[in-house]
């Protein structure tokens, strides 16, 4: 056994720096604990970090460590080797669901921590692979960030990062200097970047956007999702057919629904023509008397408003003629170089990823000729061998290019194909069920309209969907007659958008057969 | 080649008498394992003692320089076994791998080992992958270092303490004649710190001698009537020689006052946080001050008896910090102060949890707790302690709970393992769910979202193995899964030969990326890359064909989701009996990225053409279901939402860090999804030929275009 010879002395209140950095793999979390380091290392203090990469590293959240302490001569520090709750000075977290992490294991606490995250998000497996939309809420987050830190230092360090062609490290690294927590002077920290070595002009960059950023204490709003754009009606589009369109919603319909109609229009004459955007409005008048006659004005016509909306998706289905429109398109040629990034001198194609089938050949087909294949399954199948397969459409080629815009061409035949007869046999049949639940239960019928939400997608996806729609709505009868009716309908909807199966949906009907009446 | 170079951290390992060493804990034992004097080092890689075999690999020439023999071993039973080296001939060998994996592999040599003894210095160095960022089942190799009677060490967890733990490793090793390892713990290995160094010592004694001069002695051969001897020879001479040796030496370290009311006793790898606790509570300070006696178990096995009790005598109660269960060093400390009468409590697993990591939360918690019930005076006024409850209790922050996402390990962007299980994920849409044998690797993160595919997981290798009772008439056949660093490590015999030899049915899907991916990148006999100093492309096709499997498939492109969609099904539906052995194979993303990139960045300057892929989604075909990420779960495809006030689900779209493997656009073809996806080819330098068929297909392609547009009604923005 050896003894520890120093003399007995009066202990030191000397007390470590603690930083925590919690970070995805792959997001630089090592290389910013690095900086930390060397840069205490270069300003005389001890520094000693830890992490615990693993399998972490394979994408998943982990945790770096740092503590320092000023190298005073009173001998070697004894580090700890990962934070403790309530004790870390500095929370640096590279996405902002971490930073809610860093809340939940107590690593932020008003007292001590300054929190730097950046505001952006990296979505989880878990969150977007809903049907529906299961992203998180960052709101929450900033909202625990105001009780659990004592400042905090917010905004989308990933997006100034990448504009400086560098990596969130380097930005929050920026951060953390202009957060003056740390005893050392701006150059130390650049320093440390230098001495790092690798696209030290870039991380520079980064580091110095950052640092000007966060010293401007600017709010950084988070929102889960970025608000719609919802225009008020325009004076006049410059095109006397389309101003009719604009004149009929503007004196026939309630101001609530000018601009849910207004982008019904847009979409529907760029999805057909205007006659077609001409007969959603007919539709839309129907539904608004009939919203009228049910005392919908007291509710501020929420139904026609709803309907508006969702009429206007559903006249817009997904086929294969819209498709072809949307892939030709000489504005759709230049969206994908601008993301991309193509520069001077480089040529783009694309490949697109298309698997057609028999049935939606005979979708498009002329009504009366789609039902003759239908009724000869034996055909079809024989066809089908030929039609059913995986195609790599090269859109930039001539061959593929005329192929696509014969297909998109066929939008003046669309009106009478098979496809659009079963689209509106079943707009006609959900807008019939929804209107006729208006007299009964208004808050009901109006949830109805928003089940079409489940009706998207192609092939087994649509059929996928059209089936949990049905599903839904096949509570009706347990629902009509109830006050809270309409939330119980939402409620189903929202299970249908949880998985894939259907598993919380089949559930939420269980719980809804066992209501009492 | 592993994913990370160490070109840098081998200059370290050169570094001489009285340099500062300054750098991971990990790398630091290798630097002592060469200032030890070492002959010859093995080991198989796994978190967290990759970096001590991926800085070696690196390190060949300072190897060479020194006569260091070093070896990728094929298992850690390959490297446990390798210390046969020490037994009869001086030599100090050294072996790594993780723990407690890694030990139950090895242990068979082990044991061997430890029964016959050895002559030269043989360390076995674990990294012990145990609480946060552990990857495998939670237990002790203290276990292992009590049935075999190997010496364990437990250093404090600074660069200094373990640096000399590694020297005093091999001379308690000698001294004893006994085989000593030397645990290090996840943040340990990593632990960026410093320490003096010294020179590197050449071995004094070479494996040339060795084989020059070979040696035998029937009596270190574990046969009977030896084997009888070697236990006794364990208890009454080795144990005893390591006893004087851990005393004289002072392995073990006292800090703080002699005498006490109250002490603590705990493990050298609890050292750091646990003065943190101290120093939290008032009793310690920064520096190593303490008020409380401490003795450090920098030897965690054997106890010194003497010492112990030495410590214990006078005191009220001590408290062992022990981490991990069984309590073994606790009972044992109990037996010894029972066996000689000193009536000291020991408070232990009572105020500290049974399982689980001792963080600084926990130590604190249970010292406190100590201290408060068996000496309430020495924290006197107490400072208020770092305390999140207050934050945690709030309403606010605890609505987190269902904000904030679980965010497991997955695979990578571009990874090709993922087209794999999206392929088995549409066989299962198609044929229901089978009974999936998993296995250990990068491709086990198919039991996780979104994939959800894999029932079980029996060790490395042992998928297929762990399958072999379903071997019935059944309408299904049940799938195993093995990746090819499993493959090599033992699952050619002990899961292929076996399914061969009883005639298994089913279907083994062996996942070939190349490399030993999930511990680093390192190369495995079947790996596609020359390497100078090893073998490699040795086929595993081969191997399986040559062990008797007659239904053999090959599919060296895994990114082909219809190929490998149709031969699964074609595995599970055949007539043919026998394993049916799936190859899928595709090099890792990760290290393909390294080993491409600056090639292409190369060809990008040289001029010369290239053709850059990535993949996009067309937000207006989307229509927000999300099939094609539950089929991914692919980093780079994400959502986002839409302004489009007619959208309510956020759509697919596609970041700057897709690789352009492809999967994508594969599934959606095969799952007939959605065409939304497409793949942009961006031709860099491209050649005159390209430059004048772009001239002619934009001409004609702009002139349709802008015919249609001009029809078109359009909105002003």
Known sequence: ?517 | MAERSFAREVEDLKLGEGETFRGEGILAITKALLQSGVGYVGGYQGAPISHLMDVLADAEDVLDELGVHFENSASEAAAAAMLSASVMYPIRGAVTFKATVGTNVASDALANLASGGVTGGALVIVGEDYGEGSSIMQERSHAFAMKSQIWLLDPRPNLESIVKAVEDGFGLSEASNTPVMLQVRIRTCHVHGRFVAKDNRRPSFTLREALENPRRDTNRIVLPPASFLHEKEKVEKRWPAAVEFIKSRKLNERFGPDQGEVGIILQGGMYNNAMRALQLLGLADVYGGTAVPLYVLNVAYPLIDDELAEFCAGKKSVLMVEEGQPEFIEQSLAHILRKRGIDTRIVGKDVLPMAGEYTTAVLLKGVREFVLAHAPRLLGNQSPLPDPSPVLDDPKVKALADVVPARPAGFCTGCPERPIFAAMKLVEKDLGPHHVAADIGCHLFSILPPFNIGATTMGYGLGPASASAFNVEAAKRPISIMGDGGFWHNGLSTSVGNAVYNKHDGVILIVDNHYSAATGGQDIPSSRAENGRRKTNNGIVDAVKGIGVKWVRQIDRTYDVGRMRDTLQEALTTAEKGPKVIVASSECMLNRQRRVKPLVAKAVKEGRRVVRERFGVDEDVCTGDHACIRLSGCPSLSVKHLDDPLRDDPVAAIDNSCVGCGNCGEVAEAAVLCPSFYRADVIVNPTGFDRILARVRDAVIGFLQRRRDARRIVFPA
């Open chain 1, 1 to 517: 056994m050896t003894r520890s010879e120093a003399p007995p002395r009066s202990p030191s209140a000397d007390r470590p720096i603690s930083i925590a950095i919690l970070a995805m793999g792959g997001q630089g979390g090592g290389v910013l604990a690095d900086w930390i380091v060397t840069m205490a290392e270069a300003q005389g203090f001890v520094a000693q970090s830890t992490s615990v990469p693993g399998v972490a590293q394979r994408t998943g959240a982990t945790i770096y460590y740092v503590e320092m302490l000023a190298d005073r001569g009173a001998g070697q520090p004894v580090l700890a080797l990962m934070p403790t709750p309530g004790d870390v000075d500095v929370v640096i977290a590279a996405e902002f669901m971490e930073a809610g992490r860093a809340i939940q294991r107590g690593l932020v606490t008003p007292d001590r921590t300054t929190l730097i995250a950046s505001t952006h998000r990296s979505y989880a497996v878990g969150e977007k692979e809903k049907p529906g939309d299961g992203i998180g809420d960052p709101g929450a987050v900033m909202e625990a960030s105001g009780i659990a830190a004592g400042r905090i230092i917010a905004f989308d360090m990933e997006a100034l990062a990448v504009k400086a062609g560098s990596v969130v490290s380097a930005a929050l690294f920026g951060a953390l200097a202009a957060a003056e927590v740390l005893p050392f002077p701006r150059d130390a920290f650049e320093a440390a970047i230098r001495a790092g070595g690798k696209g030290v002009e870039a991380s520079l960059r980064a580091f110095a956007d950052a640092y000007a950023r966060a010293r401007q204490h600017l709010p950084a709003p988070v929102t889960r999702t970025p608000p719609k754009t919802l225009p008020a009606l325009p004076e006049t589009l410059g095109h006397p057919e389309l101003d009719r369109l604009v004149a009929r919603i503007r004196g026939g319909f309630p101001a609530g629904a000018h601009a849910l109609l207004m982008a019904g229009v847009r979409k529907l004459v760029d999805y057909q023509d205007l006659a077609y955007a001409g007969a959603y409005l007919d539709r839309m008048e129907d539904l608004l008397r009939r919203d009228a006659a049910a005392g919908g004005e007291a509710r501020d016509f929420a139904f026609t408003r709803e309907a508006a909306k969702y009429l206007a998706v559903a006249l817009a289905y997904d086929d294969v003629i819209r498709v072809a429109d949307l892939k030709t398109r000489g504005s759709r040629f230049a969206r994908v170089r601008g993301e991309v990034g193509i520069r001077d001198g480089q040529l783009l194609y694309t490949t697109e990823f298309m698997h057609p089938r028999m049935e939606e050949v005979i979708g498009t087909l002329p009504a009366g000729i789609g039902r003759w294949f239908e009724a000869r399954p034996a055909v079809t199948a024989r066809l089908d061998r030929f039609v059913n397969r995986g195609r790599r459409v090269r859109t930039g080629t001539i061959s593929w290019f005329l192929a696509l815009y014969a297909v998109a061409g066929m939008k003046r035949m669309r009106l009478r194909t098979l496809r659009h007869e079963r689209e509106m046999r079943h707009v006609a049949a959900w807008l019939d069920r929804a209107a006729a639940m208006l007299g009964r239960n208004y808050d009901l019928a109006v949830e109805v309209v928003a089940c079409r939400r489940l009706v998207k997608g192609y092939s087994d996806t649509h059929a996928r969907g059209e089936a949990k729609f049905d599903k839904v709505l096949s509570a009706l009868p347990l629902l009509a007659h109830r006050g809270d009716g309409a939330d119980w309908l939402r409620r189903l909807r929202q299970a249908a958008l949880l998985d894939e199966e259907g598993v919380n949906l089949d559930g939420a009907l269980k719980t809804v057969a066992t209501l009492e009446s």
